[in-house]
């Protein structure tokens, strides 16, 4: 190719440009969920990143959308902030996902399913069938309630409001995560509780049967109780904490949004843009 003709101009000018918005968006892809998923090829994700990075530099207003020659330097340290801000993003969007997935491996422990695993394809590790059930169950949600809408459109506006490179690592979203992972610690215990105490009273009633009564054998039909008490305390708590797993979803993404905001600010004093369909 001619690096003269208006064809490799026009590479030349927008490559680079483009290659940020593409860092950007493949971050995004790293944690978000439906979008990280380990099920779909990693060469297909990384396709759709492209399509969606070719859309979005389309949208950008000539201002923000040329970024001028770099030194290699800042170029690196660009890329490196371009996607610490797609996956910090992603990041937080997955905290409902994983906060009910520990309390299914903290119950799937309890009622002895953590010997019988099976390969969760989402996120491609090893899960016992009740941390596999409530992972797609608050992935279903998630989905229903339009949370991966909501995240895409936080996202979005990130392009509107900080130019390339223009997220400094200091402005990390720690508190936001923080608290949001205190909040699903706490969605994790109480789902994971009421298991654990219908477990604990079966227990002593079959150590109280077992002493009172030690002909019977207990220990035969012990399990199975402890079994059948475990899922009834899991179906009571999903039905006591259905609003709360709702609610924690609506926070995460406010919190997405309260800190897209915040970190726009400064942007939008220098007279940040927006993105223009």
Known sequence: MDLDSPLAQFYVEHAASWSLVFCRVIG??????????QSVPIRVRALVAAMMAVAVYAMLPDETRHVGPLPL???????????????SIGLIAGLPMIAVEIAGQVIGYQLGFAVAQASNPE???N?????????????????????????????????????????????????????????????AIRIAA??????????????????????????????????LLGVFGLIMALFSVSDTIAEYIFNVIRTIERWIYEISLPAFAMGGGVIHA
Do not use: C, H, K
């Open 28 to 37: 995004l892809f790293v944690f978000t969920p439906l979008l990280a998923g």
């Open 123 to 125: 996120l491609d590790i």
């Open 127 to 187: 899960l016992d069938a009740i941390g596999t059930m409530l992972f797609f169950l608050t992935l279903s949600v998630f989905f229903m309630m339009g949370g991966l809408d909501a995240t895409l459109l936080a996202f979005l506006d990130t392009f509107g409001s900080l130019p390339a490179g223009g997220l400094p690592f200091a402005d990390a979203p720690l508190a936001g995560y923080l608290g949001a992972l205190n909040e699903g610690t706490e969605l």
């Open 73 to 87: 330097g800042a170029y690196v340290y660009t890329v490196a902030s371009e996607i610490f801000l797609g996956v």
């Open 194 to 227: 009421p298991v654990g105490v219908a477990v604990l009273l079966s227990m002593l009633a079959m150590g109280f049967v077992m002493r009172t009564v030690p002909q019977f054998n207990v220990m035969s039909v012990g399990f199975a109780i402890g079994i």
